[in-house]
């Protein structure tokens, strides 16, 4: 069975940095692409980045310039996904969810992680 486990979140002042990591567990699937994602009270979830096998990334307009996204591979099984926040605003007080787009056994499937919240404020 795969899972996604997220580290690395908490509270953190205007303009400090947090890293979020993801790291898969389980076997016998291939990755497409992981990412994060992330949801604010009474907001609906959004992307915030994302990055594919091949290391293509895509982020959200309104981290861009601020969020990198980064991935390791280790012995082609485990899989971790990075999230650094730099110059973080209280905006981006969030859940932040993991996102993997898998193939398991074949099927193409989504999985989440459970989240971790990250509060940006004085």
């Known amino acids: 069975q795969v899972q996604l486990v997220e580290s690395g979140g908490g509270l953190v002042q205007p303009g400090g940095s947090l890293r979020l990591s993801c790291a898969t567990s389980?076997?016998?699937?291939?990755?497409?692409?992981m990412g994060w994602y992330r949801q604010a009270p009474g907001k609906e979830r959004e992307l915030v980045a994302t990055?594919?096998?091949?290391?293509?990334?895509?982020?959200?307009s309104s981290v861009k310039g601020r969020f990198t996204i980064s991935k390791n591979t280790q012995d082609n099984a485990k899989h971790t996904v990075y999230l650094k926040m730099n110059n973080l605003e209280p905006e981006d007080t969030s859940y932040y969810y993991c996102?993997?787009?898998?193939?398991?056994?074949?099927?193409?499937?989504?999985?989440w992680g459970r989240g971790t919240q990250v509060t940006v404020a004085s």
């Open positions: 996102y993997a787009d898998l193939i398991v056994v074949g099927y193409d499937s989504d999985y």
């Open positions: 389980g076997d016998l699937f291939t990755v497409n692409t």
């Open positions: 990055i594919t096998s091949l290391g293509t990334t895509n982020y959200a």
